[in-house]
Structure formats: structure tokens, C-alpha cells
């Protein structure tokens, strides 16, 4: 298992496992796999993400094999700044319960550490995910509150936890 830092060269295999994480966990992200099968130069837009200064992702190789992701992006303005949110965290279903989310999530919790500037890490989990909630409170993530009805999808809503690391 190897984590690193992935960029432009990684898009297609980040966005293959994009469609998977909505395909397979519809209700963790805002984003759903009908919508991400309709964008135009799905690629092309990974790639310059991937690319970005503010936005940070990391990727989780198994046998050469990305099997899991989560990536950090920065408050771009000068008063929000200081802090950096996690999204997209997400290990493939063969690949749960061997700590790869753990150490994705402690390499972004390490570089959001390093950069200069950056104060706190916001994260939000549906409360019905009770492992990714456990892991982010081990990880020292406190819960601030709870947004009701923060996400629909089918006809059913789904509740967020709001969670903050202060670095």
C-alpha cells in the first residue's frame, strides 16, 4: 500500500474511481453518478483539479492500483482562508477494513499541518455512517453540529455532521 500525492497524469484512474464512489455510496456525496455521466470532458476537468493549486488529493495504490482517495481543498479568500475542508473520502469495498482510509486521511490532516496559513479542517459525514464517523472523531475531528435534510436523493433526505480539526 503506497500513499501519494496524485496530479494530471492520475485523472483517468481518479475519475473511474470518482464514478464508482457515487455509483457505490449514492448517499455519502453531493455529487451523484447520473450527473458525473453527463459532464462534458470529464477527464480534461480531473485533470486540471488534479492540477490545482488549492486542491490537494491523495490517492491510496494497492499492487499499483488506486483503491482509494481523498482530497483537501483550501478557502480560497483572504477571510475564509484559514481553513481547508476534506471531500470525497472513499476506499473501495475490497480494500475497507485494512486502514487505507486512516492513512489517507492522516495525509491530508499532515499537509494541511505544513501549509502555511492553514488553522482548522472541516469535514461533514451522513450520521447514519457510523465507521467513517468513528475514524474522523480517532482522527480528532469534534462535532459542531448537525445540518438536517442536507442532502436528497430518491426521495429520502439525509442528515450531515458538521466536524472541525483545529491544527
Known sequence: MEIRLLNESHAEDYWNLRLEMLKQSPSSFGSSYEEALERPNPIEMTEKRLSSDDSFTFGCFVEERLAGAVT???EA??????????FAMYV???Q???GLARRLLEAAIDLAKETDGIEQLMITVVT??????GLYHSCGFKPYGTEKRAMKYNEEYYDEELMVLFL
Not at 77 to 86: F, G, P, Q, R, T
Not at 128 to 133: G, P, R, S, V
Open 72 to 74: 483537501m481543498v483550501r
Open 77 to 86: 479568500s483572504v477571510k475564509m482562508n484559514h481553513k481547508a475542508s476534506i
Open 92 to 94: 473501495t469495498p475490497k
Open 96 to 98: 475497507r477494513g485494512k
Open 128 to 133: 447514519t455512517n457510523e465507521t467513517a464517523k
